[in-house]
């Protein structure tokens, strides 16, 4: 049974847009999940490499309605991915032989709680305080590995009541997912959902 993300348009357009800007992050894998009608795609913008790292795992996740139900649950490179959408293409999603660490966790489907609402202004001001802080941990010229775990001591801190975490805020930013109305915040079994007009950024 072929196994496809089929978008219209518009929807291809806005994925692209938005693995343009999750470029610049994570491992370059993009997880992508249906079973009807909406497609989920996730992408880490930081992730844990395994069982014994303790650092946080912030994805990026965002939902398009598709032509035609299918059922799905696959890992892709995100520029093969990103490259087929800017084309106009279909996507086969191919079984999921090995998946990256992020990958192999799932956060719930159902449970959520209400933890609290941000505001945009605030989301805003948490995330230019967050990138303020990494510069501040960064010895002078260091390597990409190095500010790599700066950002992620950074990003795990949470810096708001409902839960929310700097990281969370940096990437609701840098994903352009924030709207004129507050944030939820919901959480469920050790995940916190950070949820923007455009989009989801989830972190454990």
């Known amino acids: ?19 343009d800007r999750a470029a610049v ?18 992408t880490p913008m930081a992730a844990a490499a395994g069982l014994l790292d303790s650092g946080p795992t912030i994805l990026v996740a965002r939902a398009s309605r598709m032509r035609e139900p299918a059922r799905f649950d696959g890992v892709v ?18 079984d999921a032989v090995t998946r990256p660490a992020w990958a192999a966790v799932s956060p719930p489907r159902s449970g959520w709680a209400h933890a609290g609402d941000v505001s945009p202004e605030a989301v805003r001001a948490l995330a230019v305080q967050a990138a303020s802080d990494v510069e501040a941990a960064l010895p002078a010229s260091p390597g990409e590995a190095v500010r790599r775990r700066a950002e ?53």
């Open 1 to 19: 049974m072929h196994r496809i993300l089929a978008l219209d348009e518009r929807a291809r357009a806005d994925l692209v847009l938005l693995l």
């Open 152 to 204: 992620r001591a950074v990003w795990a801190r949470q810096v708001d009541a409902s839960g929310l975490t700097a990281g969370q805020a940096a990437a609701l930013v840098a994903m352009r997912f924030l709207g004129d109305a507050p944030v939820r915040v919901t959480a469920a079994g050790g995940w916190t959902r950070a949820s923007g007009r455009a989009g989801e950024v989830l972190a454990r």
């Open 25 to 42: 992050f994570g491992d370059g894998t993009v997880r992508l999940v249906a079973d009807g009608e909406v497609a989920l795609l996730t």
């Open 77 to 94: 490179a995100l520029p093969a991915l990103r490259d087929a959408l800017r084309d106009g293409a279909d996507v086969e999603i191919p």
